[in-house]
Nanobody, 113 residues
Framework: VQLQASGGGLVQPGGSLRLSCVVS????????LAWYRQAPGKQREWVAT???????LYADSVKGRFTLSRDNGGNTGFLQMDNLRPEDTAVYYC????????WGQGTQVTVSS
């Protein structure tokens, strides 16, 4: 199983980005997709998870600003990030679990003026 994350970039505070995570196999339709992030010098932290049916959970730090969605037919998950803050700067990873964890390669998000 391979995951390909994309959509990161440089954005000013208050701006928006939309991350995508394409999963190589159809197990995506039957598994939750999770997003994590890792800022420089910090441990990787959980950001949000979306179930196969679209039920989403968010970390308190992003609740109300980030929105998950998924396209099961396209094996793709999305993380819409609005009202970005400098503290959101990190490498963002997507993960799917099917007996073991499969991680995408990460996409850099930088929030800076």
């Amino acid at each position: 199983v391979q995951l390909q994350a994309s959509g990161g970039g440089l954005v000013q505070p208050g701006g928006s980005l939309r991350l995508s995570c394409v999963v190589s196999e159809s197990i995506f339709s039957f598994r939750s997709l999770a997003w994590y992030r890792q800022a420089p010098g910090k441990q990787r932290e959980w950001v949000a998870t979306i179930s196969p049916g679209g039920y989403a959970l968010y970390a308190d730090s992003v609740k109300g600003r980030f929105t998950l969605s998924r396209d099961n037919g396209g094996n793709t998950g999305f993380l819409q990030m609005d009202n970005l803050r400098p503290e959101d700067t990190a490498v963002y990873y997507c993960k799917i679990t099917d007996r073991i964890d499969y991680w995408g390669q990460g996409t850099q998000v930088t929030v800076s003026s």
